[in-house]
């Protein structure tokens, strides 16, 4: 092989020598980095510094480059990094960007498999509370970085005819999620504000939680399940009287009233949870 490859094998050498988990010399030795540039000339296609060898050269950017997923991921996922600390959280990182190594200039979307990744991760430890903490982060990142949709008006609603609203059918705006969650993990994210770090025990309790983002704010609500199914519903298309119908039907003794819906709706309403109603 010339020691002076072209251009492109020398950048898919270098990506691959940068991406490899293990330590430079075995990356550099891999049949995925030898298939570009072979480890018996790489001394002559990077030139040794003062202090360092061309192998420690390239391992500084194999080093930075775990590094700034980690960071990356950590901004999205502050809570899950803060669960499983320092070394557990950069092991978790380590293994996901081998299966889902970044692949865009930016990297906004690079943790949006995350949460199936931990789902199925051998090494997380309590990983099933580790799943929906990522379900929850990774929805707020989505609002977060949702396009900005004009919510519902006042004066639309008091333009639409009080015997249109049983059929009505309500659309959401593109910044909400809607989640049911089997840990309290929305009681973990609010915990870590806590000064006297007394968080939630990991332990099952089904929970329900709605995510959405006004102008520059995201908001965060914890709901109760029949409202969380309610608001499910019409979040599906299911037209409102059908959808109250349906509430009023559920909850057992803890069945809501026509007050208690009447009072989630207007909330969901000022709060710009929906764009628009169609008749």
């Not at 090494?123 to 004009?150: G, N, P, W, Y």
């Not at 499910?232 to 909850?251: E, F, M, S, T």
């Not at 709706?265 to 109603?277: D, E, L, N, P, T």
Request: charged share 30%; proline share 6%.
């Amino acid at each position: 092989m010339s020691a002076q490859p072209p251009l492109d094998r020398l950048q898919r050498w270098m990506q691959a020598a940068v991406v490899h988990p293990a330590d430079i010399e075995t990356a550099l030795k891999s049949p995925s980095v030898r298939r570009e540039i072979d480890r018996s000339v790489v001394d002559s296609v990077i030139l040794p510094s003062k202090t360092l060898q061309p192998a420690q050269r390239v391992e500084i950017y194999q080093n930075m480059y775990l590094l700034r997923m980690e960071e990356a991921l950590g901004t999205d996922y502050p809570s899950l990094k803060h669960f499983l600390g320092d070394d557990g959280f950069f092991s978790l990182v380590r293994d996901y960007v081998q299966v889902h190594p970044s692949r865009a200039f930016s990297l906004n979307r690079l943790g949006d498999r995350l949460p199936e990744f931990v789902a199925v991760a051998p090494d997380v430890k309590r990983r099933e509370f580790c799943h929906d903490l990522a379900r929850l982060e990774r929805a707020l990142s989505q609002v977060f970085d949702a396009a900005e949709t004009k919510a519902l008006t006042a004066e639309t609603i008091d333009q639409v005819p009080p015997d249109a609203w049983e059929k009505a059918r309500l659309t959401p705006i593109a910044a909400f999620r809607l989640l049911a969650l089997r840990y309290p993990a929305s009681a973990y994210l609010d915990s870590l504000k806590d000064e006297q770090h007394r968080h939630p025990p990991a332990r099952r309790q089904d929970t329900y939680v709605a995510v959405y983002r006004r102008e520059y704010s995201v908001y965060r609500h914890d709901l109760t399940r029949v409202a969380h199914d309610l608001l499910a519903d019409l979040v599906a298309g299911k037209p409102l009287g059908r959808a109250v119908a349906a509430a009023l039907k559920r909850g057992g003794r803890k069945r809501p009233s026509a007050d208690d819906l009447f009072r989630w709706f207007r909330q969901w309403v000022s709060g710009g949870v929906f764009a628009k109603v169609e008749l």
